[in-house]
């Protein structure tokens, strides 16, 4: 079964978000990206540090991503940051933002000498204990990239020891509405596969909103041993144990109809046993999962409320409103009326009174309150 990744956002991959997560998808989600975070204001022992590093809920599966543009403070950074436990440290080499670039961050590390790079990997590389992984997040390069380049790219990522690469396929100027290249991004796991094989693991991102999508994604970039989901795990925190309920009983499904198959018996009658056996591996997956497990319902203030205690928790209380309300801004799509909702949320003056916006919206719409998962 691929694995399921929760993409790096800034304000939004924190501890409280991945809380929420765990809670509505117990054991789904196989790696948390962190929000970014800044070497150089790590290093310097920033007021805020202590509050990106936190690891919870599930410290075993969390993937620290830093970013800086210089080579010697994330080598510093990765050092200290790996010393909490984790999967690994992964470098951002896809953020687009102008600020980021401006500081030979982000992109600008697949843009620039070659060479820097190289050195920047290979610091990082060293400062970080061999059974830690060292991953990068890349997009696939200037609006005039070349499919060469970035394969060489990738060649020179592998010979400095990084054994995971995510792929958001698209260039360093498209916005989210234009579609992904998909077809480069499997001819670069078409060039991994056959020249590193399972040393280094390819993992595709971009536009994956439900299991539908994600077979699209799955058909287009077969290669693709992993899935990672922003926005829409944000707007569905529910979304990864949905998803891993649907692969599961696709690759129950899938194998019984393989091993039919094999032995040439898959005529009707076998694809329904096997079918049958698809959904009894459902209902395991479904029983195995706590609270998120078998459910179809959410209550919509359970989550609110809980996110907001999240918060209260895990971030210092001048982060507070603007995490709520980057938070709110995805998890309102989910209603009819998400912009009259988001902006009575946004309005508000504290915790409390987003939810109480919340509380007034339900009373005239109670029908929305309760959220369906797709089971
Ligand atoms: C609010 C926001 C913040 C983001 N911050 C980061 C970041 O810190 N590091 C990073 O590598 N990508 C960042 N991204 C990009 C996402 O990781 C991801 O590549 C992008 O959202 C596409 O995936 P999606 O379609 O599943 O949302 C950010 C995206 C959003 C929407």
Not at 196 to 210: A, P
């Given at each position: 079964?691929?694995k399921?990744l929760f993409?790096?956002?800034?304000t939004?991959?924190?501890?409280?978000?991945?809380?929420i997560?765990?809670?509505?998808?117990?054991c789904?989600?196989?790696e948390?990206?962190?929000?970014?975070?800044?070497?150089?204001?790590?290093i310097?022992?920033?007021?805020?540090e202590?509050?990106?590093?936190?690891p919870g809920p599930c410290?075993e599966?969390v993937?620290?991503?830093?970013?800086?543009?210089?080579?010697?403070?994330?080598?510093q950074?990765a050092?200290?940051i790996?010393?909490?436990?984790g999967?690994?440290?992964d470098?951002?080499?896809?953020?687009?933002a102008?600020?980021?670039?401006?500081?030979?961050?982000?992109?600008?590390w697949?843009?620039?000498d070659?060479?820097e790079t190289?050195e920047?990997?290979?610091?990082?590389?060293?400062?970080?204990?061999e059974n830690?992984r060292l991953?990068?997040?890349?997009?696939?390069?200037d609006e005039?990239?070349?499919?060469?380049?970035?394969?060489?790219?990738a060649d020179?990522?592998?010979?400095?020891?990084?054994?995971q690469?995510?792929?958001?396929?698209?260039?360093?100027?498209?916005?989210?509405?234009?579609?992904p290249?998909w077809?480069?991004?499997?001819?670069?796991?078409?060039?991994l596969?056959?020249?590193?094989?399972?040393?280094?693991?390819?993992?595709?991102?971009?536009?994956?909103?439900?299991?539908?999508s994600?077979?699209?994604v799955?058909?287009?970039?077969p290669?693709?041993?992993?899935?990672?989901?922003?926005?829409a795990a944000?707007?569905?925190?529910?979304l990864f144990?949905d998803?891993?309920?649907?692969?599961?009983?696709?690759?129950?499904g899938?194998?019984?109809?393989?091993?039919?198959?094999?032995?040439g018996?898959?005529g009707?009658a076998c694809?329904?046993?096997?079918?049958d056996?698809?959904?009894?591996?459902a209902?395991?997956?479904?029983?195995?999962?706590?609270?998120?497990?078998?459910?179809s319902?959410?209550d919509?203030?359970?989550?609110?409320?809980?996110f907001?205690?999240?918060?209260?928790?895990?971030?210092?209380e001048e982060?507070?409103?603007?995490?709520?309300?980057r938070?709110?801004?995805?998890?309102?799509?989910?209603?009819?009326?998400?912009?009259?909702l988001?902006?009575?949320v946004n309005?508000?003056?504290?915790?409390p009174?987003?939810?109480?916006?919340?509380?007034?919206y339900?009373?005239?719409m109670?029908?929305?309150?309760?959220?369906?998962?797709s089971?």
């Amino acid at each position: 079964m691929p694995k399921l990744l929760f993409a790096p956002m800034a304000t939004l991959s924190h501890e409280a978000m991945r809380r929420i997560i765990e809670h509505y998808s117990p054991c789904a989600c196989d790696e948390y990206y962190t929000e970014m975070i800044q070497a150089t204001t790590f290093i310097g022992g920033g007021k805020f540090e202590q509050f990106y590093v936190r690891p919870g809920p599930c410290p075993e599966r969390v993937v620290w991503q830093l970013t800086c543009g210089k080579a010697e403070p994330m080598a510093q950074a990765a050092k200290i940051i790996a010393g909490l436990g984790g999967i690994g440290i992964d470098i951002n080499m896809g953020c687009c933002a102008p600020e980021i670039v401006r500081q030979g961050a982000g992109i600008a590390w697949m843009l620039k000498d070659r060479a820097e790079t190289e050195e920047l990997l290979r610091l990082v590389r060293k400062a970080v204990p061999e059974n830690m992984r060292l991953s990068v997040k890349m997009r696939l390069g200037d609006e005039d990239y070349k499919l060469d380049e970035l394969l060489s790219f990738a060649d020179m990522l592998a010979a400095q020891g990084v054994s995971q690469i995510v792929l958001h396929p698209r260039t360093r100027k498209a916005k989210f509405k234009r579609p992904p290249h998909w077809n480069d991004a499997q001819k670069l796991f078409e060039h991994l596969e056959k020249h590193y094989g399972s040393s280094i693991c390819r993992c595709i991102n971009g536009n994956i909103v439900d299991f539908q999508s994600l077979c699209s994604v799955q058909k287009l970039v077969p290669l693709a041993e992993g899935f990672m989901i922003g926005r829409a795990a944000v707007q569905k925190p529910w979304l990864f144990g949905d998803l891993a309920r649907q692969l599961a009983q696709d690759s129950v499904g899938q194998s019984a109809v393989e091993q039919l198959e094999a032995a040439g018996l898959a005529g009707s009658a076998c694809l329904a046993a096997a079918q049958d056996g698809a959904n009894a591996g459902a209902e395991e997956c479904a029983d195995g999962g706590a609270s998120g497990g078998a459910q179809s319902k959410i209550d919509s203030l359970e989550i609110v409320s809980m996110f907001i205690d999240n918060l209260v928790e895990c971030q210092p209380e001048e982060f507070w409103l603007s995490r709520a309300q980057r938070f709110f801004s995805y998890f309102c799509k989910n209603y009819s009326f998400a912009n009259y909702l988001f902006t009575q949320v946004n309005n508000a003056k504290n915790l409390p009174g987003m939810k109480q916006a919340f509380e007034a919206y339900f009373e005239k719409m109670p029908n929305e309150r309760f959220l369906s998962r797709s089971l």
